[in-house]
């Protein structure tokens, strides 16, 4: 009569440690949120509130934005129908055209280790410097070649300093007259500044912050290179390098939909390799910048 074969404990030691990596890999990377927030999505009525990012299709995949090679942030100018990037090495403040190329240059000095722009109103912007922590307002003419960050309004936050993980994102709130500043990570984090900039001179000078401690765990990224608030629907977009992927949140920060930049997904041929901007036009078109020049535009498809 034959024995039963029992595993050896060896085997089963090295079992027990392949699910634990398994299970720090997954945490690591937020698998185990990702996979419930997706099968509650296709279990649940489709929300005709969201903007819905998994209908994005690439219309225009890697294009190389032309004497460039540092690109980081991205923002959209309702007036002049253009988009604004800025760059941290030399640092430049870059318009460019809806389709990518380069409209004018405007040298940068003073800003440090700028991350971000956002646009605010007419000629108005914010630019992050992100080591330093500091949102620095700047005012642009159509003849301004250079910008002196000592001539600007600006202030600093100095909170969770820690390196290089400092802002990364910005986006605008024009209505509610909210900045949304992102924490890259370590922690990750999103601030609604109130406050800053000053638009009203008569008023006193009252600057509030304050962030969303269970949002921003709900979220199931890695981290945040970008933020765009659309101003139709009051939802936030939240633009992950590190985990491929584009995240809508609602005015309660839950997350509604997302969009992947991995290769075979919304069309893409190859996977995004640095995402570093969003920006979203009038018309719900999203444009992308990926490090070191590379130019992404997403639409969604006519009904």
């Given at each position: ?48 509130d969201a903007i819905g990012l998994d209908g994005y299709r690439v219309t ?164 945040l290179s970008s933020l765009q608030y659309d101003e139709r629907t009051g ?69």
């Amino acid at each position: 009569m034959r024995r039963l074969a029992y595993p050896k404990p060896l085997f089963l030691l090295l079992c027990f440690i392949v699910l634990v990596l398994l299970g720090i890999a997954g945490q690591h990377h937020r698998y185990f949120e990702r996979l419930w927030f997706n099968w509650r999505v296709m279990s649940q009525p489709v929300n005709t509130d969201a903007i819905g990012l998994d209908g994005y299709r690439v219309t225009l995949e890697g294009q190389k934005i032309e004497g460039l090679d540092d690109v980081s942030a991205l923002t959209y100018d309702p007036v002049r129908k253009s988009l604004f990037t800025v760059t941290n090495k030399n640092s430049e403040l870059i318009e460019l055209s809806l389709d990518g190329r380069i409209l004018r240059r405007i040298a940068l000095t003073g800003f440090g280790d700028p991350e971000a722009v956002e646009f605010i109103s007419a000629d108005t912007y914010v630019i992050t410097d992100e080591r330093q922590q500091r949102l620095i307002k700047i005012h642009l003419e159509e003849d301004t070649v250079f910008l002196d960050a000592a001539d600007a309004e600006q202030m600093t936050l100095g909170v969770h300093m820690s390196g290089n993980k400092g802002f990364e994102g910005l986006a605008y709130d024009s209505v509610g007259k909210r900045l949304f500043v992102a924490k890259e990570r370590d922690p990750m984090l999103i601030y609604e500044v109130k406050g800053f900039p000053h638009y009203d001179p008569e008023k006193s000078y009252a600057v509030h912050v304050v962030n969303n401690p269970k949002r921003d765990a709900g979220l199931f990224v890695r981290d945040l290179s970008s933020l765009q608030y659309d101003e139709r629907t009051g939802h936030l977009l939240a633009l992950s390098d590190e985990s491929w992927l584009v995240l809508e949140l609602d005015v309660d920060g839950r997350p509604l939909s997302t969009m992947s930049l991995r290769k075979g997904r919304q069309g893409l041929q190859a996977t995004v390799p640095q995402a570093e901007g969003i920006a979203m036009d009038d018309d719900g078109t999203l444009y992308l910048v990926s490090e070191p020049n590379l130019f992404y535009v997403f639409k969604k498809p006519a009904q």
